[in-house]
């Protein structure tokens, strides 16, 4: 889906539109890293002969640039980082929440790829996103892994038509062609409201500007957060944070008209929330859509990519499953070590840190002597049913939405749930995403075969999906369900955040899901896990990010 829907972003965000400096070199109002931590402990430096070994459990966003990021540094010579490194994914793919599936086959989750076939074989079909489908212009750390690894982009986009939004009785907005960021640029026009998009849209680009800092040698050579609090703290997002984004918009000075038409509408296909029950930071993310694009056959290829470079060992699928962590404390002048034990009971061992890469109250992982559980406060995940459809209806039903027989439909709505409206939508979004090529459209009957895609909070009944393309026009359905990102409520207590180091040795990717939850932070995120990690072990801080690595001279200094 082009914009505002699928459109999750990246970005961190302030209070005023007004361009202050989200972070003032050098006055930083505590200490970052090293004895920040609420909670676990640094440990002591690493002193043994052997390098130190790391499992990371979960081969997602996080995950897999945690190894990769792990051996970049492992590799700058001289310094002494070297690390050896075990990945754990009890799924059968790299990608986690970032997959693919080809709905019109028969086992839409097999590669149908003949062994050895080229990405330009052109029998080949590419398949569709199941899970996270975009990333933006401003995600740093993405656009180089595309760049570094040759990997092609898709300009993000479905079919040609027109795009709606719907508030579950008529549309509140209507318009002709895509529904991209351009987006914007018309929706100014629409005098009803008023000066809304133009307030919304430098809140947004202010916040994306100012995100970019995040990759700063300025800000990285700060030091790793132990702390989210103190993150959200340092970039300003503590306040949208802290609000829901209703009532931050509004005291921002973007009215309600326009909050509950189109910027819900945002957040309702980004994060499956309308903007009454979602914090500030998560409506701004879903604004930030310049520049939306995904990886030509999946953005999963991205996360293969960093774990088949970073020279980690792999174990995949339902053996490497993990059971549970058990903590060894640590004897005098030694560090804690930590005993992974997988369900199948093969491939476990013992590693000096482990790297927790997983929505842990989801993982299903025990953690045995450490009190680290306790610490990491139960997050509820939104329940998401992504459906695909191949139909030869080239449009949905007016029927369906009360309107004339002879209405334009659009091929691309979005559901608002926050107007005064007696009925609600039946969905959140709903995204004609290419015709079939002929060859495979013939399987399901003559004529042109829609591949469509809609996100709902339940499963969408036989009937409904009757009523809404017409009887006989839905030739097959396939249905993923996904506990998909956080209930983004506001952050009201330190204690809403888990913390980045719950224990000597543990390091937890996924608690920054309950600021933003895109892959691009779940790789900030990682960054700042594994930067926190060389501190605790070998006092080493990056002098910057990844994404802005200069890889001819950083490595010498
Ligand atoms: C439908 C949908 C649409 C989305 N749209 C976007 C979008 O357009 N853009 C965007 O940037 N983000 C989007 N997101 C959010 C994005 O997918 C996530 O924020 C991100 O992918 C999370 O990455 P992660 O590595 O932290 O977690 P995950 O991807 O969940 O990875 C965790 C991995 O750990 C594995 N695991 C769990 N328990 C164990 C265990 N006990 N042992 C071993 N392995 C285990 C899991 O199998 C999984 O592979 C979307 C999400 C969904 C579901
Ligand atoms: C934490 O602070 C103490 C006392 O100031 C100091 O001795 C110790 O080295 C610090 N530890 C780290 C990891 O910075
Ligand atoms: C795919 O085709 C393009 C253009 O024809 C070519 O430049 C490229 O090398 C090909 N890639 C592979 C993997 O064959
Ligand atoms: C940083 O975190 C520590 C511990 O969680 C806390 O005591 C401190 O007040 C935080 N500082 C800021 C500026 O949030
Ligand atoms: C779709 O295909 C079915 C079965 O072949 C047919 O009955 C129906 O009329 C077609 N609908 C459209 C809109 O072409």
């Known amino acids: 889906m082009r914009l505002v829907v699928a459109a999750v972003a990246l970005l961190i965000l302030i209070a005023q539109v007004s361009s202050q400096l ?40 996080g995950g897999s640039s945690a190894a990769y990021f792990l051996s970049h540094f ?10 050896d490194v075990t990945v754990y994914e009890s799924s059968d793919h790299v990608g986690g929440r970032s997959n693919v ?24 079909e590419p398949p569709v996103e199941m899970g996270a489908s975009i990333f933006v212009s401003a995600n740093s750390n993405l656009q180089k892994a595309v760049r570094e690894f040759g990997l ?31 987006w914007w640029s018309k929706v100014k026009a629409v005098w009803r409201y008023g000066r809304s998009p ?3 849209r430098s809140l947004v680009k202010s916040t994306v500007d100012n995100f970019l800092r995040l990759y700063s040698a300025d800000f990285v050579s700060q030091g790793a957060f132990a702390s989210l609090a103190n993150f959200s703290t340092a970039t300003h997002l503590a306040g949208p944070a802290s609000h829901y984004a209703d009532e931050y918009l509004t005291h921002s000075g973007v009215g309600e ?12 296909v980004n994060y499956g929330s309308p903007i009454t029950q979602i914090h500030g930071v998560g409506a701004l993310v879903s604004l930030a859509a310049t520049g939306a694009t995904s990886v030509h056959g999946g ?41 992974v034990k997988t369900t199948s009971g093969v491939g476990g061992g013992t590693y000096d840190a482990v790297i927790l890469a997983a929505p842990f109250h989801q993982s299903g992982i025990q953690v045995v002597n450490a009190v680290a559980a306790s610490l990491i406060p139960k997050q509820a995940y939104v329940k998401l049913f992504v459906t695909f459809l191949i139909t030869n209806a080239s449009t949905p039903q007016p029927s369906y939405f009360d309107l004339p027989p002879d209405t334009h439909m659009p091929n691309e709505i979005f559901g608002t749930f926050t107007t005064p409206s007696r009925h609600k939508p039946t969905f959140n979004s709903l995204n004609y995403l290419k015709p079939l090529p002929a060859a495979l459209g013939a399987r399901f009957g ?23 393309y017409g009887r006989g026009n839905v030739a097959k359905v396939v249905e993923k369900v996904w506990l998909a990102y956080p209930e983004l409520r506001p952050v009201k207590s330190q204690g809403d955040f888990a913390p980045v180091r719950p224990d000597e040795g543990l390091y937890y990717v996924n608690g920054f899901e309950r600021l933003i939850s895109t892959m691009e932070t779940e790789t900030v995120s990682s960054f700042n896990v594994v930067s926190l990690l060389l501190n605790d072990l070998f006092d080493y801080t990056p002098p910057t990010s990844w994404a802005e690595w200069d890889d001819g001279e950083a490595a010498a200094s």
């Open 299 to 339: 953005n999963r290829r991205i996360f293969e990519e960093f774990v088949g470079r970073s020279g980690a060992r792999l174990r995949l699928g339902e053996t490497a499953r993990v059971q549970s962590i058990l903590k060894l404390d640590a004897t005098k002048g030694k560090r804690a070590q930590w005993v």
């Open 198 to 200: 133009f307030k919304a």
């Open 152 to 182: 092609e982009l898709d300009a993000y986009g479905g079919e040609n038509g027109r795009t709606a939004v719907w508030d579950g009785e008529r549309w509140v907005y209507e318009e002709k062609g895509a529904f991209g960021w351009g």
């Open 22 to 61: 989200l972070f003032p070199v050098n006055q930083l109002p505590f200490r970052l890293g090293g004895n920040s931590t609420a909670a676990g402990g640094a440990g002591v430096h690493w002193v043994e002969k052997r390098v130190p070994r790391i499992a990371v459990i979960g081969a997602g966003a």
């Open 446 to 468: 003559e004529g042109t075969f829609h591949v469509v895609k809609m996100f709902s909070s339940r499963s969408l009944e036989p009937e409904m999906l009757d009523a809404l």
């Open 101 to 124: 599936l080809w709905p019109w086959n028969d086992d839409p989750l097999v590669d149908p790829r003949p062994l050895g076939a080229t990405q330009n074989d052109t029998e080949y």
């Open 257 to 268: 008209l326009f909050t509950d038409e189109l910027i819900s509408a945002a957040t309702q």
């Open 74 to 83: 492992a590799q700058l010579k001289d310094l002494g980082l070297e690390t």
